[in-house]
């Protein structure tokens, strides 16, 4: 088989379900779902995300009860909204959003996705910068940079930015293999990386943690320059900054293979790993990194892994970075593809390749990744809120769910305005209430739900001839 | 064989993670831990993927 072949062959398997349900043989138990959350949510991005509480001066207490109350929410989120839809539909969000929002909807909301992806992508490909630069001596960025800082810097970035995007390529199957053999291995590193510096912060019993942890590591001041956390800070960010999968409804497309909607609880594996213990750790590392350099606003996790836990410390940073860009990228392009299906995948691919090496050269991309994950979340949480609302309550307004499908329409106005709407009255929060992007995606939901069913109310009209009743979806849909 | 493999990959995650305990417990020394860790970590990638992933 040549290799052309072999990629169509790998996307054709990828696309398997993807406009129909599940069958019922292929529903899986719980069991599978604790490996599948374990292996993603431990990635390059805690490397990020742990260190940058401590920049931002979040305090010992506000840090593990904010975390815990922020992770639990988030696990509720998972069963309670997305378990439940995924598996009454069985459909992923791109087929279901497609039957509320129309076709053409579901185009700019893949552009969108895309844009997100790649520019998480690109923090990771500089993640992994900073480690494979450590033989070269490079100049590591710093925390207020924006720019890229060397040629040094560029040219590193430039060689992973093309290795993952010739990889993201032709082999996205192994790539994915290859991140679920490196995950257990990966949560082992992040663990013992933090438990073997803990002498030089002056922990040598576990009675001395607590008051080196309140005093030292999340001293509660912020570095220069950063804004103050609190505990709703973190809290929120801890259940938000997955809203995307869980309230915004993308793990449906996991969820939908799951035997009964409890198996959401399952991801209670990744955000404890992933968004407890990973943060903490790599939290403490960088903690240590500040203690030993004067509070340097260098911010590198590469050197910072590296001078913890050795040469395996820095091939965990360039792992976890690079497993958690090259499939964000094989999935940007799959959505840009979806403008064109006859565009060629390795062209798109490279393309978006390119596109987010370039914006992986920009440090701010890293430094400023608690932002960005939230807004990622912000952005595509109402469409989420949308298909919450059209599975469960468009019946007792009197009005149609899947109204796309049945109607005929590419764009359901109702979804675009929703949309509009819900972001212009977030930013309206921002912009002159001073509310902090951490805090709207709770408010936006509400907005969402409402905005959803009142134009809905004006702009569904009575369906009377069905323009597409030979199809089945539309039948069952009426039935 | 792949019994062998697990148990062989199993040592490798306690290379990766017994170390730095050893460090706090002052029984090595941390350079000592890095290489331990090291070793753990290709112990881990020569074994795992030859019975991790794949369908018995």
């Given at each position: 088989m040549s290799k052309s072949t072999s990629l169509i062959a790998k996307l054709n398997a990828i696309n398997e379900y993807e406009r129909e349900p599940i069958p019922e043989s292929k529903l899986k138990g719980w069991k599978k779902f604790i490996g599948t959350y374990a292996g993603e949510h431990t990635a390059g991005t805690e490397f990020v995300l742990g260190p940058l509480f401590v920049a931002h001066g979040a305090t010992a207490v506000d840090l593990v009860s904010g975390l815990l109350i922020g992770n639990i929410l988030a696990v509720l989120s998972w069963a309670f909204f997305t378990g439940r839809i995924a598996v009454k539909t069985r459909l992923t969000l791109y087929f279901q959003l497609e039957k509320i929002a129309g076709s053409k909807f579901t185009l700019i909301y893949n552009l969108v996705n895309a844009g997100l992806f790649c520019f998480l992508a690109g923090a990771m490909i500089a993640v992994s910068a900073t480690a494979v630069g450590i033989p070269f001596n490079l100049e590591m960025p710093t925390?207020?940079?924006?720019?890229?800082?060397s040629l040094g810097w560029v040219l590193t970035v430039f060689a992973i930015g093309t290795i993952t995007t010739i990889v993201a390529m032709f082999g996205f199957e192994q790539v994915s293999k290859f991140a679920n053999i490196a995950a257990p291995w990966m949560i082992m590193v992040f663990i013992a990386a933090a438990v073997g510096v803990l002498p030089r912060l002056?922990?040598?019993?576990?009675?001395?943690?607590w008051p080196v942890a309140q005093?030292?590591?999340?001293?509660?001041v912020p570095l220069e320059g950063q804004s103050k956390f609190t505990f709703w800070h973190i809290m929120f960010f801890a259940w938000f900054c997955n809203m995307a999968m869980h309230i915004g409804m993308a793990d449906m497309s996991i969820l939908r293979?799951?035997?009964?909607?409890?198996?959401?609880?399952?991801t209670a594996s990744g955000v404890f790993l992933g968004h407890y213990i990973a943060w903490i750790a790599s939290g403490i590392l960088y903690s240590l990194f500040l203690l030993e350099s004067n509070n340097s606003l260098t911010f590198a996790p590469g050197p910072i892994a590296y001078e913890a836990a050795g040469i395996a410390g820095a091939i965990c940073v360039v792992i976890a970075g690079w497993t958690t860009a090259n499939p964000t990228l094989y999935r940007a392009g799959l959505a840009i593809q979806s403008i064109n299906p006859n565009w060629k995948t390795w062209k798109v691919t490279l393309f978006v390749g390119l596109f987010t090496t370039i914006a992986a050269c920009f440090p701010a991309l890293v430094m400023r990744l608690l932002e960005f994950v939230a807004l990622y979340g912000l952005i595509l949480m109402p469409l989420g809120a949308v298909i919450f609302i059209d599975v469960y309550y468009m019946d007792r307004w009197g009005l149609k769910s899947n109204y796309a499908l049945l109607s005929g329409k590419k764009l359901n106005p109702a979804v675009a305005f929703t949309w509009v709407l819900t972001l212009a009255f977030c930013l309206a929060l921002n912009l002159f209430?001073?509310?902090?992007i951490f805090f709207l995606g709770l408010p936006g939901w509400f907005v969402a739900v409402i905005a959803y069913l009142l134009f809905s109310k004006l702009l569904q009209k009575p369906?009377?001839?069905?323009?597409?009743?030979?199809n089945p979806l539309v039948e069952k849909a009426l039935n | 064989m792949k019994n062998l493999l697990v148990v062989l990959s199993i040592v490798g995650l306690l290379f990766t993670i017994i170390p730095p305990f050893l460090v706090f417990s002052a029984v090595i020394d941390p350079a000592t831990s890095k290489n331990l860790m090291f070793a753990g970590t290709l112990i881990w990638f020569t074994s795992a993927p030859f019975w991790l992933n794949k369908k018995s």
């Open positions: 925390l207020t940079d924006v720019l890229p800082n002056g922990i040598n019993s576990i009675s001395d943690f005093e030292t590591i999340w001293s509660g293979y799951a035997k009964k909607w409890t198996a959401g609880f399952s209430a001073g509310i902090e369906i009377t001839a069905i323009p597409q009743s030979k | -």
